[in-house]
Structures are given as C-alpha cells and as structure tokens.
C-alpha cells in the first residue's frame, strides 16, 4: 500500500472515531455503561495480579510510611466480611520502637518485626461471634492484599504471650490478639513461592473426581 492509501485509511479511521464520539456524546448512558465496563475490566485483572504477586515479607526499608497508606490498608480491612455483619475488630497500629521492640520478644517466630515500620496487632472479639478468628482472618487477608496493591509488604506473625501482650496494648482481657501485622516496604525482592495446580486441589461434585483425573 503506498503512502496515498495509508493516508486514505487514516481519514476514513478518524472520521469514524468522530463518528463514534459523536454519537457516545448524544447517549450519555451509553458512554457511562462504556467506561464502567473499561474500569472493572481492568480492576479485575489488578485483584487477580495482586494476589498472584502477594508474598509474606520479613525484610523491610527503614523508611517511614504515610499515615494515608496506613489508613488505606486498614480500611479494606474493615470491609471484609463477617458473621452476621458483627464485625468482630479492632486494629492497634504500634509505631513506638519500644513496644515493637517487646512484641517482638513476645514472637518466637516474628523476632524481625522490631525492624517493621509499623505493627498492625489485630484483636478479635469473641463476645461479638463466635467465629471472630475466622472473621478476623477475612480482615487481616484484606490487609494484605491491600498492601501488595499500595508497594507494602507484610506477614502473619503469631503472639504466644497474649497476657503481657495485652497489658502492654491495655487490651481487655477477654479480647483475642489474631496476629501482628508488620507492614513496611519490601527490602529486597521477596522470595518466590509456588502453589499446587487446580488439578490436585479441585473435585468435581465430590472428593476424588478431579479436574484432570490421571485414571
């Protein structure tokens, strides 16, 4: 095709799109419907990137997080789902370099989470329902899917001293302490994990019949 027909086909595509945009412009509903479809096409793609991408942090910057980040990531928190809507949180954000320091000590497994800009200790409820550990588990997986989206890096860390815990939090006593959430910046690449294929975790109607069934 010579440069002619290229400049051809060029006019007739703009008078097109003109066309296009003209008639979105008389169907304002039309335009709306449009851009919403655009918008959640991509907000799918972005949920199922962020959970592929999610890994369990233990190294992170020395480098302050903005209380916006901090309030965001609490907020999808908040809107996980409950039993019976009962909302069984509540979220105690530790900057303190002292009471990090102790929770810490409380850690066996989490001794790295003195180094974490801030602790998010999750308390539960069990007064509120009686599934709050589940409920509170939906909250903090929200917490770390938001963090993966917002450049945050975090991980569950398990308190095995909860009396001290509380006393140092003044934490009711007949609350429950879920887990502390250190949240930072990823130092470093975090290291990579694999997961089984849908074929050794999916039955079909029931356990046995699998997706790809070798037999």
């Not at 979105?24 to 449009?34: F, N, Q």
């Amino acid at each position: 095709m010579g440069p002619e027909g290229g400049l051809t086909d060029l006019a007739k595509s703009e008078e097109f799109l003109k066309t296009v945009a003209e008639e979105l412009v008389k169907r304002p509903h039309l335009l709306k419907k449009l851009v919403e479809a655009a918008i959640g096409a991509a907000l799918a793609t972005d949920v199922f990137e962020v959970i592929r991408k999610r890994r369990s942090v233990r190294n992170f910057q020395d480098k302050e997080i903005p209380m916006e980040k901090i309030l965001k990531v609490l907020d999808a928190a908040r809107w996980a789902p409950s039993a019976k809507n009962s909302q069984p949180w509540d979220f105690i954000v530790v900057r303190d370099p002292e009471k990090k320091r102790k929770l810490a000590e409380m850690a066996p497994f989490g001794k790295f989470i003195e180094r974490a800009p801030v602790l998010i200790v999750v308390v539960t409820d069990p007064k509120k329902s009686p599934t709050h550990i589940i409920d509170g588990a939906c909250a903090v997986e929200n917490m770390f899917l938001a963090a993966q989206a917002l450049g945050l890096g975090t991980c569950w860390v398990d308190i095995f001293d909860q009396r001290r815990a509380k006393e140092l939090l003044s934490i009711p006593e007949h609350k429950y302490i879920l887990t502390v959430v250190p949240l930072g910046y990823p130092a470093g690449e975090p290291a990579r994990s694999t997961r089984k294929p849908l074929e050794e975790c999916v039955h079909l109607e029931e356990f046995g019949k699998r997706l790809a069934n070798p037999k």
